[in-house]
């Protein structure tokens, strides 16, 4: 029996802690595996869609500092894993990296899940700023306690994948696997059945209102929209400290009745009423929305966000603007809407697409991985 134990921070709303909750549930149902979630609050933006799971609250702390006293209380946590006796710990996001460099279990295979290019790992020679020496001492800490253990890296896109290995101490460099995220398949299937040419054009996005998903640059891209004689309606799902300023610039431009901040909501149903998804964040580590809205016949128009060149194939499943030019971005969609044989292929093989990232697969070579690197050890 392989005892694995997953460790996030919390379960607020992000695509991390979807993706922990999507493998965990999976994890359970396999006969010869005894998984276990932790979180260090208890905060869950995602009850409703745990089914079956269930997760343990344990209370950690490391909060480092290079001139004053470190605060650091992981006794409960390090009781927790020696209690449990796992085989793998498998730890997502950066504080459960931080906190987690404090803990002395070298028994198991330790897995650092790559959420995005986390940029306390990034090597800095000269620190110059009170920001760089802090990331450089974690990197420091961190680093210490990955060469003392059987240590295993996953990288969710190609670009994380090289910012990886360039990143972290050399000896650990062969240790990185490259494994896109996944999500329930089934739970966003659905047959786009759309009259063509469209008029009332239906978009939807999703992310936290936060300056790197760029949520303002589709403020010009619906103004263009309408300017061409298109209706509009934009769902922006998510939330985040940017919702006033977007609200205002949204009052602003009068589009009150184009785009609606819909905050912290379930994606199934918006996806399902949608056409269209656009995804214009400037940085996306991968981009598992864009996945869901696949899975349901959406193409996408999305800006490079690095990460997302793994998911789109230019013209196939959707299509990826290289500026930020927001006329580009609305003619594209335009386009999309305006040919039905077009957006019927794109639909129909962003479906098909999207099934390679089904979880169950997934959870398959996350298994093999755990496995491989545990006999190598």
Known sequence: ???????????????????????????????????????MSNTNDYAQEMGTL????????????????????????????EAYAPNVIHTHLWQSEIVCSQINYPNALWVTHMHDNMPQLKRIRIPRTKLELTNAYERWIVSSA?????????????????????????????????LHNAINIKLFEHTKSIEIPITT??????????????????????????????????????????????????????????IYLQGNVPVYEYYKQAQLYVHPATYEPFGLVLIEAMAAGLPVVCLDGK???????????GCMIFEQNPTLFAEKIIEICQDKEMYTSMSTYAVNFAKQYDIVPYVDRLLELYTKSITNA
């Open 54 to 81: 269930s997760y343990n609250v344990v209370p950690a702390l490391f909060v480092p500092s290079f001139t004053k006293k470190s605060k650091r209380d992981v006794s409960q946590l390090q009781s927790y894993i």
């Open 146 to 178: 990955y060469k003392k253990r059987n240590a295993h890296f996953i990288a969710i896109s190609q670009d994380t994948h090289t910012y990886c290995k360039r990143n972290i101490p050399k000896k650990l460099r062969h240790s990185v696997s490259l």
């Open 1 to 39: 029996m392989l005892k694995i134990l997953h460790i996030i921070p919390s379960l607020s709303k992000g695509g991390a802690e979807r993706l922990v909750i999507t493998i965990c549930n999976e994890l359970q149902k396999r006969s010869d595996v005894e998984v276990r979630l932790m979180v």
């Open 201 to 258: 054009i239906k978009l939807v996005s999703v992310g936290s209102l936060v300056h790197k998903k760029n949520h303002a640059f589709l403020i010009p891209v619906v103004l263009h929209l309408i300017s061409r004689g298109y209706t509009v309606q934009l769902d922006i799902l998510g939330e985040g400290p940017l919702r006033k300023e977007l609200e205002q610039e949204i009052s602003k431009q009068n589009l009150t009745n184009s």
């Open 307 to 317: 990460g997302n060149r793994d998911i789109i194939e230019q013209g196939k499943n």
